[in-house]
Structures are given as C-alpha cells and as structure tokens.
C-alpha cells in the first residue's frame, strides 16, 4: 500500500503545522494550483511516510511532532486504507490535531465515520460550484456526491467548514450566493470560507490562468453569502496571508524545478515570499 508525495510543508513559526501532500486527484479543475493534483512525487508506505514526517519534525522544530498535521494533496481520500492507517499513525505519534483537505467526491457515511473515528478532528471540504454544469465544466465531474458530503458531515457532528475559490469568470458572486443557500438548507451555522483565484501559480503548471477577482468582488460575495449564513469569512488580501507564518518545503528532489517555478511566481503575489518561504530537497530528511 504507497501513494507517492510530492512534498511536505512545515511551519516554522509562529505555529507548529506541517502539511502532507498526497499525490493524485480524480478531479481535473481547471484552474488547479496544486503540483499533487498529478501523480507525481516519491513513493511511500504508510510507515515509512510517518518516518520521514517525523525527521522533518525533529529537522525543523527539533521535536517528534508538530502540533497540527494537515494531510492534503491532490486528494487524499483516493486510497481510504492508507490515508485511515496515516491518520492513525499520526494519533499515534501524539499530534494533538489532524485536519483533512479534501473534495468531498469520496466520502460517504461509512467514511466519514471512520475518519472521525481514526482521529480527524477537522474536514475543510472544497464546494467548487453549486450548479451542475458549472460545476462538471470546472473540474470534470458532477457535484451530487460531494453537495451529499456537506450533509453528512453536518449529520456526523465531526468539525468541518466549506470553501470556495471565487473565480469571477466562473464563480462570481451569484453563484457563491446559490452555494450559500444550499449551506443554509442544511443549517445556518454551516462554517463557510471564500478564497481569491490567483492566476500565476496555474499558468506556471500549464493549466489555465482565470482572471483573479477584484477586491470589491470579493467583498460583494462575501456579504451575499452573509445574507444566508451566521459564520461566513473571506481573504480579501491574498498579497498578506498570514504574514507572520514562516515556512520549509521538502520536495521530492527530481521536482526541483517546479518547486523553484512556483516559488518564483508567488514572490510577485505574496508581500515578503521570498524572505518567508524556503526550499529543501526530500532527500535531506533520508540522510542521518
């Protein structure tokens, strides 16, 4: 049982969290900004992968683990044993919160409750669009299964919010608007987050480079959402997203270039990229 990965990501400062990005993804989103949405990276068990998880911890915090462990990717629900058996492993290692990243395409009752189970605390699901079509144009599969994800996880009672990347071409405001209406359907407390589209990370991947929404785009979509639900946020100015955080990628080392692709494109997007996000080969965490 492997799945390869691309990369880990560890924050340095102010908060110990790390992220494990699992490679693959059954969607194919247009705009995708994620190097894990291709099977690419180096391969790993389950045991092997907490190994080497474990190294990045001590190599960083000088410690066993970090107090948040996000696993990602691509998607991370394609292969249920082995992101059940990682979740466990990390209870077991002591990260205190486990948090899951996922489109909501595979999860079901059964799923959910064992990811609750297995030791997830939270589930930040992606609602990409709330028409259909919309929806299937984007990312090339129909939205039933994961509109049903939200439900179940509401009925589940684990912790989760929903997110969208606002994509005006796409995604406007009227669209965020049906999305939170259909939140609301399932309960006016459902946690709901609305992020920017930036364009130059995606047109580095080759996939396509929507037109990023305005400021006054945003700020419209964030108060139709408000109009039907109680907690609703959004990242106005992506250029300073948490600019406290300082962060260390590990890399598989043959997707060096497209690690320093990437870095240089969110250097022009992000105030101080550069002096807060650095680079290091996977390889490093293998040597003694």
Known sequence: MFRKVPSLTYIERPVKRAYINLAGCNFRCRGCFAIARDNVGWSFSVDRLLRVFTRGCKHVWGCDVADQVVVSGGEPTLNRKFLLKLVEGLKRLGVPKIELSTNGYMLNRDYIGSLKSAGVDLVKIDVKAYTG?????????DNVRVLKAVRLLYES?????VRTIMIPEVVGVDEISRIAKFLASIGKDV???????????PKVLGREAFKPPRREDVIAALNAAREYLEDVDALVNVNSYRSDWRS?????????????????ESVKA???????????????????
């Open 191 to 201: 946690r709901y987050r609305i992020y920017q589209f930036a364009s130059g990370i």
């Open 157 to 161: 009672g684990i912790e989760f919010y």
């Open 270 to 288: 992000i105030e101080d990229w550069g002096s807060r996000y650095r680079l290091c080969p996977m390889s490093k965490l293998l040597t003694p």
């Open 133 to 141: 079509s919309v929806h299937e144009w984007y990312t090339g599969k």
């Open 248 to 264: 260390v990628e590990f890399y598989a080392d043959e997707l060096a270039e497209v690690y320093r692709r990437v870095a240089a």
